[in-house]
């Protein structure tokens, strides 16, 4: 039927008077296509496959997002397939051209939307029911044989990663690194995880304080009864143990605080999911089949992993007979039931801990008796240089791009600091916890940080109304206070006049209700506002304990009730109820100030421990909380801007170098004496003996503040290039080419397209409420610059002005909103005949876009670039001029060599062809350094190439510290112009900071 390449792309290639593949796909099922239709009917039904999951339980294994999304795309399939068959439509196609399609000419997804998908079964039954036709009619091209192979490449499934290539994906078990993580499935796992949970419970009684941990007996007591049942509660568990009225299991992380213990028990202890499926799945229909599972424990670990690695239906199913599961059984087994996740450890591992959780014993117990250190992984030989971390067994379980990527350029730092300066003495690590963020938390986070800020300066205002002449930054925090204790002193209830309260140092002063030198928290969370002689009567107590000490217990109840009932965060309130805290809660406490919880900092950690050769005492972990502190004892408070610079993250790796237990004991001591001592009016604090309190010294030199503010400023931030040569390929939009192929006749059916300024334009579709105000002022000209076939719709166009016109001046909205959003009247057609003409939702207009790639018969504009090729060449009078050939994904997915150099405001047609009189300089990637010098005395400055303007020919780039963010936190690119400039550098950054030219290079042909 088609014999090569080009034929089938001429026989694709969309014609004047040409009817759509919709229209033929109808047309087929009543008359033979000749050769050319029939191959469109079958390109678009090939290329459009529909949808059809392929892997097993896919609902139950996906995101939140992805649930929401495959939801969507389901509905869609089923409402489409319901319609055709109510309506009694043969095929998809011939319903969704019909008067009974909901949605007009909308055939696509558009917009978020999935309205339009189709199922890949009723495709199949589609191209079947054409080929029978076509046979019927004597098409040549529609035999049986051709049916079926037709119908292979219709249906073929994606490549999934499965089975052994799957497992293979699997991280290592750090207690048996030769060992991978056991499927959370496996019946070992699920047994491991519910002997952990039942060795940590606790019986407690009612009528008193004592209380015990369960018994070998009455774990496996449980742990029987939670094979019996899908959710074993506390309730059963009490009878299955025959406890005595008055026992309660300690219900941890209790959720609903109001309910006491006897209602708690009604919540769930253990549950075994997994064993449940497979009881329900075989224990009716295949009894033999779980008696063989239950009685071979090995087996039905392995059924488990089957089901967890092998992701389609049939391979599940193969997998599962290929073990000796009985056939029916097998299928029942791959399409029902479906596993997914790890267990931290290995099979290997949990099976040698399991007896000994059974006897009772803890975790970290267990591991010692059955040979293993719990708190430290294995490590292999110790180096000067932190190995790839890609070849450590664990990094790819890794599922974070953001942690992978922050820990990665982690190694490359410390490696090239090793190689400049030699093995460090010491490394302390203070990760970002942004680092395990997505972007879209990330930006959450700037947006509240940028409220924030405003809020503060609100507050500044409202404070100079009430106290002029005050400096605001000096007592904001106590008018936050105020506002947040409605007015009183936090102990002594007394109501405070906030006048004083900001004009009088000696009035009021802000304390830590948790003793700082107990907590190290400097946070407003820990912090109220209180009466100078409350603060200096309670010392270094809890704020409860010295409330119901300094003013009794009746004081203290009215006192809980203020705090209850107060506007202050939960967690203040918590801290402010705090009666007790045991001798290792302090501990804790403080020692949370040099161990960071946040994962990915734990995990470089345990790298430089295991592969750096440094001892493991030398290797911390520093609190954010620590480096604050030391970042204001240092004066370099006020240098932490991170809106200004980023250069604030050297500070803290300067600070990070100071930290030490040494160091945190210093400070510690010092916060003690603070909370005894006076402030005196200058600013000092006085002990009761009348000593000043002078804080540690922290400086190692007497210089220090100045030399570190003098060196950052001489630091460049080194930032990861990206060098990648792929990326979206072409905008979403496709703009229709219709008016140009009235006037040029044929356009290119495929690859790029540049049509010049003396051509048609392309048209869009736009919906009238989307309207932007730019695009509403041209419509109201006469004639308009972008209105399609003005002359043709006149009337329907002179409605649309009339309706923008009327609400030009009405407030709320937008413009093109306030005229045709929902709440207007809508527009309708106008009829010869005065009727009521179809509701106009859309109009089309005109586009600036004259080049990109031709798709479906229209034009998308280019979308990724991918780098920025630059080339010189001396001019008439010798000057040099500088030009920019923009290279996107799409030249390098084709193999094309993009030689147009943008040209200001001229479309591609007429942009400048490189030839070989042109000298090619280097090509720029986003990321990389580069400065633009205006004349041989005026250089410009050194930018990070962020993106390209080819109508102004402008390459935009930001600072290297980022310093060029608008107050609003975004950032500000500086743009600059090369074509006329004296000079162009390209200039690599390494890891260090420092900073070399790039000489000139090849040109490369992707």
Known sequence: MIADRRELEAALATLPGDKSPWELRVEGLDRELDPREWTRVLFHIVRHRGFRSTRRGEMEVASEDEKKKLGAMLEGIRSIHDGMLRHGYRTVAEYMT????PFGDQKRNKGGQYICTIGRDDLIAEARALFAAQRSFGNPHATAEMEERYIEILDEPPKLTEGDDLMKK?????????????????????????????????????????????????????????????????????????????????????????????????????????????????????PETWRRLRSDLGLMDEVASRLTYWLRPDSAFQALVDLGIEDAAARRLADTVVFDGHARLSLKAMRALIPFLEQGHVYSDACAMAGYDHSRRIAGEKKDRIPPLDTLEDFNSITNPNVKRALTQARKVVNAIIAEYGVPSRVVVELAREAAMSPEKRREIEREQLKNRNEKLQRFQHILEIAPGVDPERVWRKHLLYEQQGGKCAYSLKELDLKRVLTDSTYTEIDHAVPRSVSFDDSLANKVLVLTEENRNKGDELAAVYVRRAHGDDHFERYKAWVQGSAMPAKKKRLLLTEELSEDQRRELQGRYLVSTQ?????????????????????????????NDLRYHLGLAEQKDRQASDTHHAIDAT??????????????????????????????????????????????????????????????????????????????????????RKHLGDVPARGKIALSASDPRPTKRTKLAQLSDTQIRQILEKPSPILVDEDA??????????????????SGKTWAERAFGPQAEPLRMP?????????????????????????????AENDTIVRLDIYRKPNKTGKMRHYVVPVYAADVAAGWVPKRAATAHKPESEWLE????????????????????????????LLYMTSFDRNGVQVSGNLHDRSNRRDDGAMNPVRTAMATAARVEKIEVDLLGEAHPVKHRARTAS
């Open 599 to 627: 994962y990915a900092a734990r995990y470089f950690l345990r790298v430089v421990r295991e592969h750096l050769d440094l001892p493991e005492t030398r290797a911390l972990a520093a609190n954010g909380r620590m480096t």
């Open 655 to 740: 600070i990070c170098a100071l930290a030490d237990p040494k160091l945190v004991q210093r400070m510690a001591r010092y916060f003690k004496l603070k909370e005894i001592a006076t402030h005196t009016p200058d600013g000092r604090w006085v002990d009761p003996e009348g000593v000043i309190i002078e804080p540690p010294s922290l400086a190692p030199w007497p210089t220090f503040r100045e030399d570190v503010i003098q060196a950052v400023q001489g630091i460049v931030v080194s930032r990861m290039p990206n060098r990648r040569l792929s990326g979206r390929g072409h905008k979403e939009t496709i703009y229709s080419l219709k008016h140009v």
């Open 170 to 286: 699997v991280g290592r078990c750090f207690l048996e690194p030769q060992e991978r993580r056991a499927p959370r499935a496996t019946f070992t796992a699920q047994k491991f995880m519910a002997l952990q949970t039942l060795v940590n419970q606790r019986l407690t009684s009612a009528t008193s304080t004592e209380g015990r941990r369960l018994t070998p007996d009455e774990i496996q007591t449980l742990f029987k009864e939670a094979l019996e049942v899908k959710e074993l509660k506390y309730k059963r568990a009490l009878k299955a143990l025959g406890i005595a009225d008055g026992w309660y299991f300690e219900v941890r992380g209790r959720k609903k605080k109001s309910k006491d213990l006897a209602d708690l028990q009604s919540e769930t202890l253990l549950k075994l999911d997994s064993y449940h499926k497979l009881r329900d799945a075989l224990e009716k229909d295949f």
């Open 98 to 101: 019909s008067a009974d399609w």
């Open 914 to 941: 490189m030839d070989a009189s042109y000298e090619f300089m280097f090509s720029l990637h986003p990321g990389e350094y580069f400065r633009v010098w205006k004349s041989e005395k005026t250089p410009g400055p």
């Open 831 to 859: 009829t010869n005949d005065g009727r009521p003409g179809p509701v106009v939702r859309s109009i089309r207009l005109y586009t600036d876009t004259r080049s990109g790639l031709a798709v479906r018969g229209g034009l």
């Open 793 to 810: 719709n006149w009337r329907l166009y002179d409605l649309i002005r009339e309706r923008l016109r009327e609400v030009e001046h009405e």
